[in-house]
């Protein structure tokens, strides 16, 4: 991509801004919000079939349109900034990256038409009650039995695990790390949601009872896929987080220019007016982070992508957490209710802050591949 | 930083990194990083330096032929100026008319101006100084107060100019000054040539605060420069400095952000040597402070690649400053407590090394060039479109 975007991408933009302003606007976000599914099966089928996003970066083989990852950048970018609820993050940065990691090409050829297509939502459970997201934090145990591998154990933080239609499972076998498919109506699996903060991102808890999977690639290697998948998702992410960041500083300027306090708009004033300017700070360099990532990803240069990765999440999800808090404070009491959206942006900010760990996990994870 | 800008730029690279193998050597190659904007240090040999390059023919890359450059494209320039922060040449002596002045007469000055004064420009027979601040005049440039008059084929100059870089070796300057006396704020005033070697101007070095007579402040009594000495039209100097400041630093921050990438390299090997990594607070700082540097990076790279494909610079070109120079300071004050004691020693009559000089001359950054306020301001203004203060 060249660190600028050329004029089809400038256009894929437009396509997704306007599909995201009529299918995802504050009306449809709190109305998911309030939902304990979160998932609007109608829109999700609207987005496969007119403008193909979960296929947009699947490689053509495996029906997809095989994009780069500058584009896929482009549409999470503009999913954060409408706060798009639903399984989007977990299907294509998760689930369809992991497959396309995992050394298993049955698998892709079996799995990844139906992602590709819309027709499933798909996600990875990783994180168990620990909340890790490193290897060593990977201890449901999975056992293989002359009728096939069993997982018996639990996964929890699952992003909308109780959605999810195809579970990519990372389980440890004797030999290690171990990546398994298992379907959402598999014998012994039982899902819950959680109640979450942030009620425009869904979580479950999973568990296992003896659950019968599908081990994918060589059992015990699959680690290497999971970190480079985390990778990935963690530009993304990042994406993300630039995006709604963008939208909650222009509510916030949008607001300071008609707000009237002491006979002139309270933009006027340098306190507001320096604060929105180091907004814009903060979600450039942000965005920077996020297409060095992405410029990373188009470039497969491994080493540069596991730095790319850890800086964007260190330093995105500060940054908007940093900006939506900005954001109520710009607003004022207006800015504290329910009923204004800014809330919506602060507590997204918070759950993306630990979706794939925390700012000082991916600053040690940036420090480890730093050598220091 | 490893960049490759293609096969059509492939010669003209290998040309230049031949040039450079051969001539950055000796007294300049000991030199090598040595400089900054506003870094006097080793001002000889960088100005020997410079003219080394002169005769390379490698000042003014994309200038047209006729005024001495080289007519090539802003991709030569970006390259050559990325070539050269790898070869960690000095910092150019002459960077105030090869970045401002010159562009500045490109984009507005008479050919008769460009005829006469790109040429010593490029040959670095003339050197240039800024004046536009003023005693009363910083921030609020438009109060500057500095007068002007014509008499006859010629203006006649007074005032004072204040902070001029390297203002105590110009031959030249390049005044804003007041040509109505009737005049308020931004209406009225010239962007005058002046010439330094007359009774009517007098140039004082400053000392900064790192020991350097970096600066200057000057003098004018009834100086005198020539009718067509002004750039633009008489009456409209406003615009013209503005069009001055907002030249787009593009393929010179290149250097600069190289000499940054050293210093992070530099910090962390200081780190690692002063056992700082184990040490959670430090530990922190030092990984964000990499951070930073590898921000800067991209963002100069994404207003590069703007200018390059043809398209306006996004709004990153102007978050870009206020960003680098704090963050910037940030990385010297880390460098300098990771120093501990060891790093407050100087050398004989206040000599730094080169971190101690980098991070004095780094709380500079954020005041030249608009403050860190006033780029705040900016942004909030023409970015996001708040609302001016009103004007008491
Ligand atoms: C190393 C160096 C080199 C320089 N080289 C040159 C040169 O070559 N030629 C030249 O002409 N000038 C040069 N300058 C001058 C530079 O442009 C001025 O210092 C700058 O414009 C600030 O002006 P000032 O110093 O008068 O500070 P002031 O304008 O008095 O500012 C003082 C403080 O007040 C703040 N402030 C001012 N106005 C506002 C406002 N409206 N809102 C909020 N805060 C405000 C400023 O941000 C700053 O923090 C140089 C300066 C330095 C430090």
Redesign the pocket.
């Known amino acids: 991509m060249d660190l600028t975007f050329s004029q089809e991408q400038d256009e894929l933009r437009k396509v997704v801004r306007s599909f995201l302003a009529k299918h995802s606007d504050e009306a449809a976000v709190r109305r998911l919000a309030a939902d304990t599914r979160g998932h609007d099966p109608v829109v999700w089928r609207r987005m496969a079939g007119e403008i193909g996003l979960q296929g947009l970066a699947v490689p053509e083989e495996y029906g997809g349109s095989g994009s780069s990852y500058a584009d896929l950048g482009i549409v999470f970018e503009e999913a954060g900034r409408a706060l798009l609820c639903g399984p989007y993050f977990a299907t294509v940065a998760l689930a369809a990256e992991a497959l396309l990691r995992c050394d298993d090409e049955q698998a892709r050829c079996d799995l990844l038409p139906g992602i590709a297509s819309g027709e499933t939502i798909a996600t990875l459970a990783l994180t168990e009650d620990s909340g890790r997201w490193d290897e060593p934090g990977i201890r449901l145990a999975a056992h293989d039995t002359p009728g096939g591998w069993r997982l018996t154990g639990a996964k929890t933080y699952v992003p909308d695990g109780h959605l999810a239609d195809l579970l990519l499972v990372a389980a440890r076998t004797p030999t290690g790390v171990s990546l398994f498919v298992v379907d959402a109506d598999a014998h012994g699996l039982t899902r819950t949601p959680l109640p979450t903060l942030d009620q425009t991102r869904k979580q479950a808890r999973l568990e296992f009872g003896g659950t019968p999977a599908r081990l994918l690639g060589a059992q015990g290697a699959a680690w290497p896929a999971l970190e480079r998948t985390l990778a990935t998702a963690s530009v993304l992410l990042a994406a993300e987080q630039v995006g709604a960041a963008a939208a909650a500083l222009e509510a916030a300027a949008d607001y300071a220019r008609i707000r009237v306090q002491y006979g002139r708009p309270i933009g006027s004033f ?1 306190g507001i007016k320096h604060k929105c300017a180091d907004m814009l700070v903060e979600i450039e360099s942000a965005r920077s982070a996020v297409y060095a990532g992405l410029w990373a990803l188009d470039g497969r240069d491994d080493a540069e992508i596991g730095l790319a990765a850890a800086l964007a999440q260190a330093f995105c999800s500060e940054a908007f957490t940093r900006v939506a808090g900005d954001t109520i404070q710009v607003h004022g009491g207006i800015g504290f209710t329910w009923e204004h959206p800014a809330h919506l942006y602060l507590k997204r900010a918070k759950s993306s802050e630990v979706l794939l760990g925390t700012p000082s996990y991916h600053r040690e994870l940036l420090a480890a591949r730093l050598g220091i | 930083m490893e960049l490759d800008f293609g096969p059509a730029v492939r010669d003209f690279r290998d040309e230049l990194r031949d040039w450079l193998a051969d001539h950055l050597v000796g007294e300049f190659a000991a030199h090598r990083g040595v400089g900054g904007p ?1 870094d006097g240090a080793a001002w000889e040999v960088r100005l020997a330096w410079d003219r080394e390059l002169a005769r390379g023919h490698w000042l003014g890359v994309s200038w047209p032929r006729e005024y001495g450059g080289r007519g090539l494209g802003l991709l030569e320039e970006i390259v050559f100026e990325y070539e050269y922060a790898r070869a960690n040449a000095p910092y150019r002596a002459t960077g ?1 008319a090869l970045d401002l002045l010159g562009p500045l007469l490109l984009k507005m000055g008479a050919e008769e101006q460009k005829k006469r004064f790109l040429p010593p420009v490029l040959a670095v027979e003339e050197l240039w ?5 003023e005693p009363g ?5 438009a109060s500057v107060r500095t007068r002007a008059e014509r008499d006859g084929e010629a203006w006649v100059v007074s005032g004072q ?7 105590v070796h110009a031959d030249w300057l390049y005044v804003l000054a007041r040509t109505d006396p009737d005049s308020a704020r931004h209406r009225g005033l010239t962007m005058l040539l002046l010439p330094t070697d007359q009774p009517g101007v007098e140039i004082r070095p400053i000392r ?1 605060l790192a020991g350097q007579d ?2 200057a402040e000057v003098f004018l009594s009834d100086a005198r420069t020539g009718a067509d000495m002004v750039v633009g039209e008489a009456g409209q100097g406003w615009r013209t400095a503005m069009a001055a400041l907002g030249i787009e630093r593009g393929a010179t921050l290149l250097p600069q952000q190289l000499t940054f990438e050293r210093e992070a390299e530099a910090l962390l090997d200081l780190a690692r040597e002063r056992g700082a990594l184990d040490d959670p607070m430090l530990r922190r700082r030092i990984i964000d402070a990499w951070i930073s540097v590898r921000i800067m990076r991209t963002t100069n790279l994404r207003t590069l690649a703007e200018l390059t494909a043809g398209r306006t610079p996004g709004a990153q070109a102007t978050t870009a400053k206020l960003y680098a120079s704090t963050r910037h300071q940030q990385l010297g004050h880390l460098a300098q407590e990771l120093a501990g004691p060891a790093g407050q020693i100087v050398g004989e009559d206040y000599g730094l090394d080169t971190r101690q000089r980098s991070f004095l001359l780094s709380l ?1 950054e954020t ?8 780029q705040r ?1 900016i942004i909030g203004e023409q970015v996001l479109g708040l609302p001016k ?1 009103p004007r008491p």
């Open positions: 340098q | 506003t105030n100084g800024q004046g536009f601040s005049a910083g921030s609020d440039l100019k204040v902070w001029t870089s390297f203002g900064n970096e600066f500079a005041i030249y060039g608009g403050s860190s306020e006033i301001t203060e």
